[in-house]
């Protein structure tokens, strides 16, 4: 469905051998470090929004991404999809990403909460697996008291709660996003080998032998940040012992733009509503992305199945509520770990995205996460930039720091909290649990309120978040 | 250092004749190919012990966290104000983009100090000028202004002195000063004269109220420890008054006044109606 698009970056393809306001390769190597605002290590989703936010401001911005541009779009390179909660969707569109990749998002106009623990060997009943469940309906976010119905989208006044998007789409929006920009220069492949700090500058060395000097580096470069290092900041990781296997299936009816989330003893299980695609004879294909925690041991394994019997392990888990299930394409895993940085802050050093938190697929928030950070640090750094200030200084970052401290680790917490309390099939937990879910479902107030948090509009929020220009 | 803070020592100034400066002018960065870093203060034959010296007080002045912090605190409200009052002065839309809303205006910062003024000023694309009669706060200002890239024109001399070469700006500013010369209506008239017919003045200082007395010696010197006791003296102060009355004998009207409140909650300071302790002013003819 996006080979279209996905051909203008594939290897030889037009763009390749030319990426944009690329610093012509022997030119100004070993020379004087190139001059920026800001330089973004990391070139991904969250590097990338940061870098378009920020430009359109005058913010001379230099972002290195350590993968070749077609890389990263490639289908073998990142088969994830993320969920764009309706915040995140703001953002995008404030900073014109969003209409180039809007074909391709999968509203989602409800979402089901199951616990589906314990008893497998009745999953394949058709229809979910336990007597209670939460039923979120983005016509709860109207206020209209219409009964909860899965189905058509029919046009309402809620907005939908968010959106399924590949990764991969989404890097190819922003990338072409990014050539439109002024005031960017993107280097890649490259790494960044040190950092240090020279006087009122930080000056980054990169592995092709170039230098960039600026007044702020943000670490965009995920989970596993160098900059991170570099810099001496701690982190605090805690192992959930469980892996997440990642991967595109399709089904044999139509998802109706329903997220299913089912709680099993090993993990959560998600099913992701994609847009549907056609297969190579032009047949409409119905698509989802699956979340499915497990057993790490069990992982080898489950990934070297066939596509029938991995197709059969799904069904196992989600049961046959939309018909037979197969996987399509190339299947991932991950193994998933919390993660919190200690600080978010160094001198002339700020870290953004995975690289500052690293949380639980559980609620989907993840990227979510990382948008917010990037809506946040770009208007605190267009506001310093407005005011003449050095957008490295600390009292500038400070502000950052202390805004999204607060809902990153509340997000921290109640992935993790759910996790725990979701991740095992003892009897009193589990109806706890589910006579927590009922409640629940009958506390309209309360379950808003989890329902605006989910999607990005509860707190202090940034302008982009509400979809305003910086 | 803490303790002469970067105030016109108007009593036995330096008085160095402005040629003999400009050979200091804060380094051009583009194309100069040398990292910013390096004090690289420019030319002439420069004590690299003194340019050490000067780097690490520099980085005293220039640590929000340090000694300055409640002028760095203060600085984001400052510019803001500056900033909007001198678009509406001048028109929004002259030659300037967004990003540099004074771009084509010259500015002159009186009793610049380290240039924390000065170098957002310049940043937002004025062509600044800083004064300050302590050759160490120059020194200061300009290794700075080396280090982050930021083209200044520093001066060490007192505002007389350079009403003698004929140069006029555009904005004038005497942010925090006043309170601390020994005659605040001739140094206004003074000031006054820098400025261009057309142009625009500011002054920021402290009101003589007994709240003032409260907040800014009680709280600040000796309970918050902001600053250095001593740092003020109250008897010094000047109500808006006392500052509109010399500047209207130079001609000028006030434009505006408002004042500056501490908002302890999110620890900044904002523009307010309260002009009993901070307070900021614009004038103009």
């Given at each position: 469905m996006t080979d279209k698009s996905s051909s203008r970056y594939a290897p030889g393809g037009p763009s390749a051998e030319r990426p944009f306001h690329l610093v012509s390769e022997d030119a100004t190597r070993a020379a004087a470090p190139l001059q920026a605002d800001l330089a973004i290590i990391g070139g991904g989703m969250v590097g990338m929004s940061l870098a378009i936010a920020c430009s359109e401001h005058g913010i001379k911005t230099a972002l290195i991404e350590a993968e070749p541009a077609p890389a990263l779009t490639d289908r073998g390179y990142d088969g994830r999809s993320s969920a764009i909660a309706y915040g995140s969707q703001q953002v995008l569109k404030a900073i014109g990403v969003w209409d180039l990749l809007k074909d391709q998002a999968q509203p989602i106009l409800d979402i089901r909460v199951t616990d589906?623990?314990?008893?497998q060997r009745d999953a394949r009943r058709p229809g979910g697996v336990s007597p209670f469940f939460v039923h979120y309906s983005h016509r709860d976010l109207a206020g209209d008291a219409a009964p909860p119905q899965s189905g058509d989208a029919r046009p309402v006044d809620a907005p939908p709660f968010g959106y399924i998007v590949e990764n991969r789409v989404s890097r190819v929006a922003m990338f072409e996003r990014l050539q439109a920009c002024p005031n960017v220069t993107h280097i890649a492949p490259a790494t960044a080998l040190s950092f240090k700090l020279d006087a009122e500058r930080a000056l980054v060395s990169l592995s092709d032998g170039r230098q960039v000097e600026a007044a702020l580096v943000v670490a965009a470069d995920g989970r596993h940040s160098a900059l991170r290092g570099f810099a001496g900041i701690g982190i605090s990781e805690s192992d959930y012992r469980q892996s997440a296997i990642v991967c595109t299936v399709v089904h044999e009816k139509p998802h109706h733009g329903v997220a299913h989330e089912h709680f099993l003893p090993a993990g959560p299980f998600a099913m992701l509503p994609m847009t549907d695609d056609r297969d190579d004879d032009g047949r409409i294909r119905h698509r989802s992305s699956i979340v499915w925690t497990e057993d790490p041991r069990l992982v080898p394994m489950l990934l070297a199945l066939d596509d029938d019997a991995f197709g059969a392990e799904i069904e196992r888990r989600f049961g046959l509520t939309l018909g037979r299930v197969r996987p399509l394409g190339p299947r991932f895993s991950y193994p998933l770990k919390l993660l919190v940085a200690?600080?978010?802050?160094a001198d002339r050093l700020v870290l953004v995205g995975d690289a500052a938190h690293g949380i639980h697929p559980i609620a989907g928030q993840g990227f979510n996460l990382g948008v917010r950070d990037v809506a946040a640090l770009a208007e605190v750094l267009v506001d310093a930039r407005r005011l003449g200030q050095?957008?490295?200084s600390p009292l500038v970052l400070e502000r950052y720091a202390r805004w999204r401290r607060f809902d990153n680790l509340l997000l921290v917490g109640v992935t993790d909290g759910l996790t725990r309390l979701f991740s095992n099939d003892l009897p009193p937990l589990r109806l706890a649990r589910d006579l927590g879910f009922a409640l629940f479902n009958k506390l309209r107030p309360v379950k808003r309120l989890a329902m605006r948090h989910a999607m990005g509009l509860v707190g202090n929020l940034p302008k982009l978040v509400r979809g305003e220009p910086l | 250092m803490t303790t002469e803070y970067a105030f016109p020592r108007r009593a036995g100034g330096a008085k160095l004749s402005t040629a003999d400066a400009?050979?200091?002018?804060g380094g051009p960065r583009p194309g100069s190919g040398s990292p910013a870093g390096n004090g690289t203060v420019s030319g002439s034959t420069v004590d690299l012990e003194e340019v050490a010296k000067f780097s690490a007080m520099a980085e005293a002045w220039w640590d929000p966290r340090g000694s300055f912090r409640p002028l760095h605190r203060l600085n984001p409200v400052r510019i803001g104000y500056i900033r909007d009052m001198v678009e509406r002065h001048f028109g929004k839309n002259r030659e300037q983009s967004t990003n540099q809303p004074l771009a084509g205006l010259s500015a002159l910062d009186i009793?610049?100090?380290?240039?924390l003024l000065s170098e957002p000023l310049a940043r937002l694309g004025a062509a600044t000028t800083g004064i300050d009669a302590s050759d160490r706060n120059i020194a200061i200002a300009r290794t700075h202004a080396a280090q982050t890239g930021v083209k200044v024109t520093y001066l060490p001399c007192a505002a007389e002195d350079l009403v003698a070469t004929g140069h006029r700006y555009d904005i004038v500013l005497a942010m925090e000063v006043i309170e601390h010369v020994s005659d605040p209506a001739v140094f206004l008239r003074t000031a006054a004269e820098l400025m261009k017919p057309d142009g625009i003045m500011f002054v920021a200082t402290l009101n003589r109220t007994l709240k003032s007395y409260a907040f800014a010696i009680v709280g600040a010197e000796y309970v918050l420890r902001w600053l250095p006791r001593g740092t003020h003296d109250w008897n010094k102060f000047l109500r808006p008054s006392e500052i509109a009355r010399p500047l209207r004998q130079a001609g000028l009207s006030i434009r505006d006044l408002s004042g500056v409140a501490y908002q302890p909650i999110n620890d900044r300071w904002d523009r307010s109606?309260?002009?009993?302790?901070n307070y900021m002013l614009c004038a103009s003819r």
């Open positions: 589906g623990g314990g008893d200690e600080k978010y802050l050095d957008i490295g | 400009n050979g200091w002018s009793g610049c100090g380290g240039g109606r309260d002009t009993d302790v």
